[in-house]
Nanobody, 116 residues
């Protein structure tokens, strides 16, 4: 199982970024995928989850209306579109999948920095 995030970077407040996560090693469309983030000195927190087929999406309150999670099951990709970014969105963003008996898997993370 491998999860590889990309798309992070430095962006000004109010800007946008699109994160991508390439997944391999499991039947991608069968599993919900999540994005987490971890800011310096803070615990890792859930940001958004999308169901296997993509029909259900959930967001934590601080990102509702600004972030959109999506997936392309033909490409084994999950995305996080982040708009109206704020300095408090600065964190390392991780892709995550729980595979039940096979264990839980994380990507290596991608840094997002929102600063003027």
């Amino acid at each position: 199982v491998q999860l590889v995030e990309s798309g992070g970077g430095l962006v000004q407040p109010g800007g946008s970024l699109r994160l991508s996560c390439a997944a391999s090693g499991f039947t991608f469309s069968s599993y919900a995928m999540s994005w987490y983030r971890q800011a310096p000195g803070k615990e890792r927190e859930l940001v958004a989850t999308i169901s296997g087929a993509g029909g259900r999406r959930n967001y934590v309150d601080p990102v509702k209306g600004r972030f959109t999670v999506s997936r392309d099951n033909a490409k084994n990709m999950v995305y996080l579109q982040m708009n109206s970014l704020k300095p408090e969105d600065t964190a390392v963003y991780f892709c995550y999948v729980p595979l039940g008996p096979r264990g839980n898997y994380w990507g290596q993370g991608t840094q997002v920095t929102v600063s003027s």
